[in-house]
């Protein structure tokens, strides 16, 4: 009896690997930040697709060889949702940058399997930040491979465009190219209940400057009137 092996088509892929995606509340935390202002970041661009925990699959017919970066940014692949990221089906192109926030739970081991898997797949910048000590290390493609990069103090992502800044205390910021700081979810809150308070203070501002000039030109009007009964030309005053 022949055993017939499963087409490409038959092959399962599946859209979660069971694990969380987060051990904490500072991991999650940090992964929305990148996120979420990268989404922001690139929001007018349509063709930069940017992902959280999403599984990604480098190799059609191979569904064990998979990641799922915490964040991942692919330049010319259309925003949309997705299952997840099969790359044969996404013009054959992979992520570019890749970030992983660490956790105790994350060991060395792990985190070299993650970095010859990137290193491996083509990914240009890999970026990894432990919240714990405010560590951020990064390696960018250089001669086919993935070179770490000596300082990461001010560091500017080629393809983001974004900077980092370590000596800020106790935690790190990222900058945006027009120097605006990344902000987490709480921030811009706060940002826009301030903005709308301040709209709104300077809507009553100018209700109450065009009550006062209907009034000031009701009285006008009913000056004018009373000196055209005395017989003068209010417009020849």
Do not use: C
């Not at 192109?93 to 898997?117: C, D, H, R, Y």
């Not at 493609?141 to 800044?165: A, C, H, N």
């Not at 990222?174 to 605006?180: A, K, L």
């Amino acid at each position: 009896m022949v055993t017939q092996l499963p087409t490409p088509n038959q092959i399962d892929y599946p859209d979660s690997d069971g694990k969380p995606m987060s051990d904490n509340t500072k991991q999650f935390r940090w992964i929305t930040i990148v996120k979420y202002n990268l989404d922001w970041l690139f929001a007018n661009d349509e063709n930069v697709f940017i992902a959280g925990d999403l599984l990604w699959y480098p190799v059609e017919g191979n569904p064990k060889r998979r990641a799922a970066p915490d964040v991942m940014v692919a330049f010319g692949r259309p925003k949309g949702d997705r299952g997840s990221y099969k790359q044969w089906q996404e013009n054959n192109i992979a992520p570019q940058v890749v970030f992983e926030i660490l956790s105790p739970g994350n060991t060395a081991n792990e985190m070299a399997s993650k970095l010859a898997f990137y290193d491996r797949h083509d990914v240009e910048e890999y970026y990894i930040y432990d919240p714990d000590v405010n560590a951020l290390s990064g390696w960018e493609r250089l001669d086919g491979y993935l070179t770490e990069i000596p300082v990461m103090q001010d560091w500017i992502s080629p393809r983001l465009g974004i900077k980092f800044d370590l000596n800020t205390q106790p935690e790190l910021q990222i900058y945006r190219p027009d120097g605006e700081v990344f902000l987490s979810f709480e921030q811009v809150s706060q940002r826009l209940e301030t903005t709308t308070r301040e709209l709104e203070n300077i809507s009553q501002t100018l209700s109450t400057t065009e009550r006062e000039l209907a009034a000031q030109n009701e009285r006008n009007q009913l000056l004018a009137a009373k000196l055209r009964e005395l017989g003068i030309d209010p417009d020849t005053i």
